[in-house]
């Protein structure tokens, strides 16, 4: 075992969003990872692994995404290294606004993956996200508002 800690900011770790995986996919990927002795954490929907496994964490999303027919939905192309692809950095966002514009991206069907606080998306997919940015600054969008009366 590793002494790795998710929580360490000295350390380079990849995030995936999986709030969109049911709770039983997300078992899946835990359990596989575990098979593969990769270190991974959860930080509520987050998968998060060191950064030297992103590779092979990436060959077991591909494999699980076919084997439970998840992910198919997506589109606007891919976000791997070989992709044409668009960075936001997005430090001044705090993690609620990054789960809110992780919300709009998935609802979009905006094919996105999450590396810190940096968003990457195809760039065929740039004018969508610029969009939902500018609604998101705007506070046109409020996902965890509620009623009070």
Not at 79 to 97: F, G, I, R, S
Request: glycine share 6%; aromatic share 8%; charged share 30%.
């Amino acid at each position: 075992m590793t002494d790795w800690n998710p929580l360490d900011p000295d350390l380079e770790n990849v995030y995936y969003d999986l709030s969109s995986w049911s709770t039983d996919h997300q078992g899946e990927m835990s359990a596989a990872l575990a098979q593969a002795d990769v270190p991974h954490a959860w930080v509520e929907s987050e998968l998060v692994v060191p950064a030297e496994y992103e590779d092979r964490v990436d060959v077991l999303f591909d494999r699980l995404e076919k084997e439970l027919g998840i992910g198919a939905l997506a589109v606007t192309g891919g976000v791997d290294d070989e992709d044409d692809v668009t960075e936001y950095e997005l430090d001044e966002y705090n993690v609620a606004e990054r789960r809110d514009l992780t919300e709009m991206l998935i609802a979009a069907k905006v094919t996105h993956r999450w590396q810190e606080a940096t968003l990457i998306v195809p760039t065929a997919a740039e004018e969508i996200v610029d969009g939902l940015l500018d609604e998101l600054d705007g506070g046109e969008v409020a996902f965890d508002d509620v009623d009070v009366d």
